[in-house]
């Protein structure tokens, strides 16, 4: 089996980049989970067909179905595959990213979570329009409220067609225009390219906000869309699997050549720390540090 | 005539073809439609289900 499984549906312009750039590491890749294969479940066992199912060192999570990438990175995790992923970001929805940001008080929209048609209209009044509804599925795009009568038609269509699904969902105050708006990607906890049409430069203030918060979020790769205020630079939203095929690098390496030196890290052996001769061993920190779970990142 | 996958950048050639016919990606897989055919070019297929408020 191939020492990097990339968790994906599919192999997009995304996958192919960054299976080349694994190989250009001289690290052998494959897609993940193999197509058709059921994945087992807790410690291996043979599979029916009798062979040992084939299991990758570490794994990248690619896939754009945040359900099906939750239940994958649930049982490599199981199976003492580590991941790279998005964290908090990868394993849960727009509301424990909000939770998890606003716990490290890392500055954001005023937001509500809103359970019913009534309480979006509600968040929408007392915060004033334009306003943004995000639902909770990170992979579902955010829908933009300009007006009252557009808020009434979202937020009426998506409780009535969409269930509880649906009706839940953050409302966000305002609406940030494009041009104020900046994708920065972060890999290993470092800003490593941007997608944006602001005229400008990006200021450092807002790299360092977008490093604070895949921080934050446990995330080893991840998306940080950051919108800018007259306040300042607030996270406006995350992407747990982001495109990048229009990225421009910030450092000497792309993006897809970042994630694989990310993985070219984690695949370097653990050495055991010396201990020196005179003192009593720390065997509660060499065991935390010395076994691969410490490799495990997502949330 | 080439047309190229804008899900995986495979290019390959199509033909035979009418507007609105969804065809896959022999790269890729992924269902694709058709949107011109002179020239061909091709966006991703709508999703099954109805896309609700987005
Ligand atoms: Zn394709």
């Given at each position: 089996m191939a020492t990097v499984g ?15 750039a694994l190989a250009e590491a001289g690290i052998v890749s ?25 299991v990758p060192q570490i794994v990248v ?15 490599c995790r199981a199976l003492d595959v580590p991941g790279l992923c998005?964290g ?98 972060v890999i290993d906890g470092v800003?490593t ?21 895949a921080r934050?979020?446990f995330a080893d790769v ?29 450092t000497?390496l792309?993006?897809?050549q970042a994630i694989a030196q990310a993985v070219q890290h984690r695949l370097e052996p653990v050495s055991a720390p010396r201990l020196p001769s005179d003192s009593t061993p720390d065997w509660t920190n060499l065991v935390t540090q010395g076994t691969r779970r410490d490799l495990v990142i997502s949330a | ?54």
């Amino acid at each position: 089996m191939a020492t990097v499984g990339v968790l994906c549906a599919r192999g997009r312009v995304e996958e192919k980049a960054l299976m080349a750039a694994l190989a250009e590491a001289g690290i052998v890749s494959a897609l993940f989970p193999p197509t058709d294969e059921p994945l087992p479940v807790g410690p291996l066992f043979p599979m029916a067909s009798g062979r040992s199912f084939p299991v990758p060192q570490i794994v990248v999570d690619r896939h754009p179905d945040r359900q099906i990438a939750r239940a994958v990175l649930a049982t490599c995790r199981a199976l003492d595959v580590p991941g790279l992923c998005a964290g908090i970001a990868a394993a849960g929805d727009r509301l424990d990213v909000a939770s998890a940001l606003a716990a490290k008080g890392l500055p954001r929209p005023e937001t509500a979570l809103c359970t019913s048609e009534n309480a979006g209209l509600a968040a929408v009044a007392a915060m004033g329009l334009p306003a943004t509804v995000l639902p909770l599925d990170l992979k579902s795009q955010p829908i933009d409220l300009p007006d009252i009568d557009t808020a009434e038609a979202v937020l009426e269509h998506r409780s009535v067609l969409g269930g509880s699904e649906g009706s839940l969902g953050l409302v966000q105050a305002g609406t940030p225009p494009p041009e104020n708006v900046v994708t920065i990607f972060v890999i290993d906890g470092v800003a490593t390219a941007l997608e944006t049409s602001m005229a400008m430069g990006v200021s450092v203030e807002v790299l360092r906000l977008a490093e604070q918060t895949a921080r934050a979020l446990f995330a080893d790769v991840i998306a940080v869309v950051i919108a800018l205020t007259p306040s300042g630079p607030i996270v406006w939203d995350v992407r747990p699997v982001p495109e990048f095929r229009h990225a421009q690098a910030l450092t000497e390496l792309s993006v897809p050549q970042a994630i694989a030196q990310a993985v070219q890290h984690r695949l370097e052996p653990v050495s055991a720390p010396r201990l020196p001769s005179d003192s009593t061993p720390d065997w509660t920190n060499l065991v935390t540090q010395g076994t691969r779970r410490d490799l495990v990142i997502s949330a | 005539m080439n047309v190229t996958c804008p899900e995986c950048g495979a290019e390959w050639e199509l033909s035979g073809v009418e507007q609105g016919e969804i065809v896959t990606c022999p790269d890729c897989g992924v269902d694709l439609e058709v949107l011109t055919t002179n020239p061909a070019t091709v966006g991703l297929a709508p999703e099954e289900g109805e896309d609700w408020g987005e």
